[in-house]
């Protein structure tokens, strides 16, 4: 046999033996303790690598590193089954799953029913999964990982758009908020952060999360210029008319929750003719998506 050739057969024989003791040490991951011989705690084969070997101080650091390796290899990560210790409400062991894991539950009691839209099935059953546990003093330890999964992975175009990696930071959070607040576009300013990083990809969430975060803060923000302005009308009101009635409610954080209140008018109108009352919420304002429910009554006329 030619030299070369006998060379690159045990070049061939040699990296079989390593593929198969990387192979190796992903299944033996699900034991519970590392051994010290391992010296390398990233697994082969992957193109990030997971550390198994790795403390991590609480369930949220655990999450995270766990969605950063899942971001880096395409896939999305969702939360499932726990455990607790024995009378106690303290986290024994928790697993985190790829999102593709399980399959839908089938919704035979429904079926005579028509749905206005039907989800597409997305779960195949997929293997993929790391399970945590925690010691007594509170920090987790990987007990089992599966590496393995059986559908194809996100490309790395499309990796910002998976579920568990999208996560508007504080930071990326303020300057969205700024931006808007000096009356620019939502789009416009996720198109500036897009910029700074190099691209939408970049970013770590999605141009709808981004109209969300805006959305959110405007409903959960009452402008101090509005509420004074209404409680001006208000003691304006009940200066013209005596039987004028009004109250209204703050959080705890000093923003106008609720507010309430009823005329003169209104109010003999119900002495008179208040058999039948009714109270309707199914309108909604548009600026702080506050509740509008009147109270609607029938007089003489």
């Not at 590193?65 to 999305?76: I, K, P, Q, W």
């Not at 195949?124 to 393995?148: L, Q």
């Not at 119900?270 to 009554?297: H, M, Q, W």
Request: aromatic residues 10%.
């Amino acid at each position: 046999m030619d030299c070369s050739v006998k060379r690159e057969v045990e070049e061939g024989v040699h990296e079989s033996e390593r593929m198969h003791e990387s192979e190796g040490l992903v299944h033996e991951s699900e034991s519970e303790h590392v051994h010290e011989s391992e010296s390398e705690p990233n697994l082969a084969g992957n193109s990030s690598g997971f550390n198994i070997s790795a403390v991590y101080k609480d369930e949220t650091e655990a999450y995270e590193c766990f969605c950063t390796y899942a971001h880096d290899n395409g896939f999305s990560v969702r939360k499932d089954h726990h455990s607790f210790w024995p009378n106690s409400r303290k986290i024994k062991s928790k697993d985190f799953v790829c999102s593709k894991a399980g399959f839908k539950k089938s919704d035979d009691h429904n079926s005579g029913k028509r749905k206005r839209f039907i989800r597409p099935v997305v779960r195949t059953g997929c293997p993929a999964m790391v399970r945590f546990v925690t010691d007594e003093d509170g920090y987790w330890h990987v007990k089992r990982f599966i590496e393995s999964h059986n559908h194809e992975l996100a490309s790395p175009a499309d990796r910002h758009l998976l579920r568990s990696c999208r996560n508007v930071i504080e930071e990326k959070a303020s300057v969205l908020k700024s931006m808007t607040n000096a009356g620019i576009r939502t789009v416009d300013a996720y198109a500036y952060l897009a910029e700074e990083v190099g691209g939408c990809e970049n970013v770590r969430f999605s141009k709808r999360d981004a109209y969300n975060l805006i959305q959110k803060e405007k409903r959960a923000r009452i402008e101090i210029g509005d509420t004074n302005s209404l409680i001006q009308l208000f003691k304006d009101r009940q200066v013209e008319d005596h039987m004028f009635a009004w109250d209204v409610q703050y959080d705890d954080q000093d923003r106008l929750l609720n507010f309430f209140w009823v005329d003169g008018r209104s109010r003999i109108d119900y002495e008179c003719f208040g058999d039948v009352l009714i109270f309707d919420t199914s309108y909604r304002l548009n600026k702080y998506n506050f509740v509008c429910a009147p109270f609607v009554g029938v007089n003489n006329h």
